[in-house]
């Protein structure tokens, strides 16, 4: 048996077997080698899938990578690139839409579904909003910044701006850590801080800051941190009514 029959084998082979049990079974180079197939008709793709994962180390990191990334592996060109940031995008989009429209609150399992799949393979740090309508349903995810939440001296105005534009009664901030620990940093807990006390004046409340790390998250709300919060800007009020209100 020739090379070209064998390889046309090992094609029908791997899609029999995906018709039958979908990706159950499957290894994470022959789910890219499946997928090569469809780009590339008539050469063994095996050896393509191989060098896809050595470059981006998992499965999750080929889908994240970008379009010049994946172009840079010699062989994948355009053709193949495309299908594989295809998944990721059509993925994304698919689990978007079983949360929008929802009440939030209430579905947390498939909001961290979305947001795991979205952030926890990126390289570049993110910082998104989950726009949320008085009765806590999901009206939009933004991202609104990238880079380091160091450096963001316009975090506050830009963050308003968005709510008052998406008409959001209620936000949701959530950003990644590439590095996989999602423990806060100091400017993780200052942009908190300042979100919440900057919101507060036009009735937006912050219900949650959650980090997003590799298969790991940490929960500004569950650690008391906007409980914490929200009694400072009551206090603030209150105290301001004091000094200032009617006597």
């Known amino acids: ?34 997928l090569l197939t469809l780009g590339t008709p008539r050469k ?21 990578a970008g379009l010049g990334e994946l172009c840079e592996i010699p062989g994948v060109g355009e053709t193949n690139a495309i ?18 429209g929802k009440e939030i609150l209430g579905t947390p399992r498939a909001v961290m579904d979305y947001l795991y799949h979205r952030l926890r393979e990126s390289s570049r740090e993110a910082f998104l909003v989950l726009y949320l309508d008085v009765k806590n349903r999901l009206i939009e995810v933004e991202t609104l910044f990238e880079g380091s939440l160091s450096a963001s001296p316009v975090y506050p105005r830009e963050v308003l ?11 949701i901030l959530v950003h990644n850590h590439p590095s996989g620990d999602a423990e806060p940093s100091r400017e993780d807990y200052a942009i908190t ?55």
């Open 193 to 247: 801080r300042r979100l919440v006390h900057a919101l507060a004046p036009v009735n937006v409340t912050v219900h949650e800051h959650l980090i997003i790390g590799n298969n790991c998250h940490h929960s500004f709300a569950e650690t008391g941190v906007m409980r914490t919060l929200h009694q400072e800007v009551r206090d603030a009020e209150s105290a301001f009514m004091r000094e200032w209100g009617p006597r």
């Open 161 to 171: 701006r968005a709510v008052l534009a998406h008409q959001a009664a209620s936000v």
């Open 83 to 100: 299908p594989i940031r295809l998944v990721k995008a059509a993925a994304d989009r698919f689990l978007k839409q079983r949360i929008v």
């Open 44 to 64: 063994d793709c095996k050896p393509l899938a191989w060098e896809l994962l050595k470059r981006f180390k998992t499965l999750a990191g080929v889908f994240e």
């Open 1 to 34: 048996m020739d090379a070209k029959s064998t390889q046309e084998g090992h094609r029908k082979r791997l899609r029999k077997r995906f018709r039958e049990s979908g990706l159950e079974g499957f290894q994470d180079h022959e789910v890219l080698e499946l």
